[in-house]
């Protein structure tokens, strides 16, 4: 008989992506603690509840605004606050973008994601990354943008020029979240998140493991992403990329089998979102990348480079699914 949490509803397929219990951290803390083969079979059961497991969402993610950040995020090259080697650069025409979105579409992708490091766009910003997005969405392609902090109005306005997705990550525990982050707290990415919804837009929104914290600080994370209502339609759960000239450039590494066990447990707390295993896919094996797919992952980016590191070639990635037996999710037409 497979171990199950204690108190835990039994699974059935729902109907929209709204909470279906409150997760106590406690909860999900038993979670991480099963036998990690039993957690991995339950989540597996979770998945295919609601998803076919054969089929992976392929998102391409292109920075369009890069470096001189004015956040202070522990973990982030585009900071200004570090010395990381990364340039600044104004945001890109929509000609160019509009050109890569092409590519990413003709390679298989469905979403393109765009990310611009803001603390949060001026309303000058939001007319031109509109017309970006309009764009981009002309080509058929599901539209997502990372641009910071919005003010009144601003999730309107992009929801209006055809963005589909806005991705604003809780990053940690939010008992955490003060030690990585000092520039913002979390409160302010949790207003962001209600304008977003109130707006109509769909929610990308994960965290990062990998920066020190404990299993528990891990499992806070997952609670404060599964007890969102309405749950994210997307979760990217991004291993940590160390990079040379940020605070955790020495982080301890992380277990692969933690790192599987935190996919495995955000499967089974939002059993209807898409879980992306974003980034640091770079530096995993293929073995440890198929037992995310088996735990509920059902996402990746998909492309050369994620904003500014680097993520595995196309090619890899079409011979690891056609390995797996993973096919590319295709959107259907309106």
């Not at 090259?77 to 990413?104: M, N």
């Not at 994601?113 to 000058?124: L, N």
């Not at 000239?245 to 277990?255: E, K």
Request: proline share 5%; net charge negative; charged share 20%.
């Amino acid at each position: 008989m497979i171990a199950t949490v204690q108190g835990m509803q039994p699974l059935t397929r729902l109907q929209s992506h709204a909470v279906s219990q409150y997760w106590r951290k406690c909860q999900i803390e038993e979670l991480f603690d099963l036998p990690f083969l039993d957690l991995v079979f339950q989540a597996a059961q979770v998945h295919r509840q609601h998803f076919n497991p054969q089929q992976i969402q392929l998102s391409t993610l292109l920075s369009i605004k890069t470096g001189g950040c004015p956040e202070d995020c522990e973990y982030c090259p585009q900071s200004a606050h570090y010395s990381t080697g990364v340039e600044k650069q104004q945001i890109l025409d929509v000609a160019e973008i509009v050109a890569k979105a092409k590519i990413a579409q003709s390679r298989g992708a469905s979403r393109f994601c765009m990310g611009a490091a803001w603390r949060g766009p001026k309303p000058d910003d939001v007319k031109q990354v509109a017309e970006i997005i309009a764009a981009v969405k002309a080509l058929g392609l599901e539209t997502c943008g990372t641009f910071g902090m919005l003010q009144n109005g601003m999730a309107e306005d992009l929801k209006q020029a055809g963005l589909d997705y806005y991705n604003h990550n809780l990053d940690t525990d939010p008992e955490r979240y003060s030690d990585i982050i000092h520039t913002r707290a979390h409160e302010d990415r949790m207003d962001t998140l209600a304008k977003v919804r109130d707006a109509g837009l769909k929610v990308c929104c994960g965290g990062i493991v990998g920066m020190n914290e404990t299993r528990a600080e891990r499992a806070g994370l997952i609670a404060s992403l599964a007890n969102l209502d309405p749950q994210p339609e997307s979760v990217p759960i991004n291993q940590l990329v160390k990079v040379e000239g940020t605070p955790l450039a020495d982080a301890q590494d992380l277990d692969w089998t933690e790192f599987v066990r935190t996919i495995a447990v955000a499967r089974i707390t939002m059993p209807q979102s898409y879980v992306r295993l974003s980034a640091g896919r770079g530096q995993m094996p293929e073995a440890m990348q198929a037992m995310c797919f088996m735990a509920g992952a059902n996402s990746i980016f998909y492309g050369d480079k994620l904003l500014t590191t680097d993520n595995p070639q196309q090619d890899h990635d079409q011979l690891l699914m056609h390995k797996l037996d993973l096919q590319p999710l295709v959107l259907e037409k309106a």
